[in-house]
């Protein structure tokens, strides 16, 4: 029989209870204790395990020796120290969320952090488990003959609001290229299985926000931008990224082009926030658009009900906790998704941030914004 694993689980907001649901699908799991400062998300925490230990700080969490494994979801600021935390306590595997920093100032700790820990650490980059996108990532090869381009689109609704409206500012949430875009730029990288040289971005706040005020500040996070980005084997990808289009039919559009053909996987957003005058929420697909003979072959991506209705993420919750809950109990040697990979898509959103205030491509080769 398989022994039960207990999580400890840091910061129980949106995204936190989005993992504690899907976690409970898991077979002989329990989630041991949480840290969840704000009384309002503990509350709402407690539904979804309601026999886990309400600690008081971050170091009595790390006290608790039952604990197997760490999932830290709070909020983007706040991921670097805690991993430090957890550096001098106690090392266990961690799946951290994205992003798994925010500044460049925070670079000097994640190399301590790298070099000094002695355990596994997955960052949550979801979305590479979307079944449509894992879908399209089995089949770009034989659907392109090669990719030579690749666009990702999302159109989809504004930022939600957090606790204390941390992610209206980019100086906590890092800026919605680093925040939101650091998915599709891991994606990039996935596919391509190459290495960015080049980044440029034209983008900026146009709509979201703007009206709001926190302490006398108006939100500065960008609702709107275009990123080009080329890879070292010639590839070149496109974002095209805008967050007040939530009228749209699929929130995610992803293409890759080749000598043979296209194909393309379409996401449809969280079903909650489909309008239930429109019926049932879109289903995922996948396109292929061989060049000879021509004709698309669409095939729906069925994804099962209880999934979607544990989370905003097309099921992808679900999938990467079963893979790092292998990793956890050693059936699995290595995270799929390694502190390396969560750093380098970090470093690609500052570039293109950086870019797009500048005006300036941004050299990807130079490791002061890229490590190599």
């Known amino acids: 029989m398989t022994k039960l694993t207990h999580y400890g689980i840091i910061g129980c907001g949106m ?11 898991l077979e002989n799991t329990v ?5 969840e400062p ?10 979804f395990a309601p026999k886990a230990i309400f600690t008081n700080s971050v170091d009595e969490l790390l006290d ?32 951290v969320e994205k992003p798994l920093f925010t500044n460049e100032n925070d670079i000097s700790k994640l190399k ?13 980059m979801e979305y590479r488990y979307m ?31 957090k606790v204390n409206d941390w992610n209206r500012f980019n100086e906590f949430s890092g800026g919605t290229l680093v925040e939101k875009c650091c998915h599709f730029f891991d994606l990039m ?26 302490d006398g500040k108006t939100p500065d996070i960008i609702d709107n931008a275009y990123v080009i980005v080329d890879f070292k084997n010639n590839v070149r990808a496109m974002l095209e990224l805008c967050m007040f289009a939530e009228g749209s039919r699929y929130q995610e559009e992803i293409s890759a082009v080749g000598p043979i053909g296209k194909i393309e996987a379409l996401v449809p957003g969280p079903g909650r926030f489909w309008p239930k005058h429109l019926g049932p929420a879109p289903t995922p697909k996948l396109i292929i ?16 009900e209880k999934l979607l209705s544990a989370g905003d993420h097309n099921g992808s919750t679900f999938y990467q906790h079963q893979k790092f809950l292998k990793l956890v109990r050693g059936d699995l040697k290595l995270p799929e998704v390694s502190l390396l990979d969560g750093w380098k898509a970090v470093a690609m959103g500052l570039a293109a941030q950086k870019s797009a205030k500048t005006g300036l491509a941004i050299d990807l080769q130079d490791e002061t914004n890229y490590p190599i």
Not at 112 to 124: G, I, L, M, N, T
Request: with cysteine; hydrophobic share 40%.
């Open 64 to 95: 608790i020796n039952d604990i197997d494994c760490l999932v830290i979801v709070s909020p983007n600021f706040c991921h670097i120290d805690q991993l430090m935390q957890i550096l001098d306590k106690r090392h266990i595997p961690i799946l």
């Open 112 to 124: 301590k952090f790298r070099d000094k820990y002695k355990s596994h650490v997955w960052v949550a």
């Open 131 to 161: 079944p449509p996108i894992e879908a399209l990532s089995e089949k770009i090869i034989q659907s392109t003959g090669e990719i030579n381009m690749l666009t990702i689109k999302e159109h989809r609704f504004p930022f939600l609001e």
């Open 289 to 304: 658009s061989p060049r000879n003979p021509q004709g698309p072959i669409h095939e729906d991506i069925i994804v099962d």
């Open 189 to 214: 990288r996935l596919l391509i299985k190459s290495e960015p040289i080049r980044i440029m971005a034209s983008a900026g706040q146009s709509v979201n926000h703007l009206d709001e005020t926190y």
């Open 38 to 47: 704000d009384a309002e998300m503990a509350k709402k925490a407690s539904k």
């Open 31 to 35: 989630i041991e204790a949480i840290y």
């Open 15 to 25: 995204m936190g209870q989005e993992h504690l649901k899907n976690i409970a699908l």
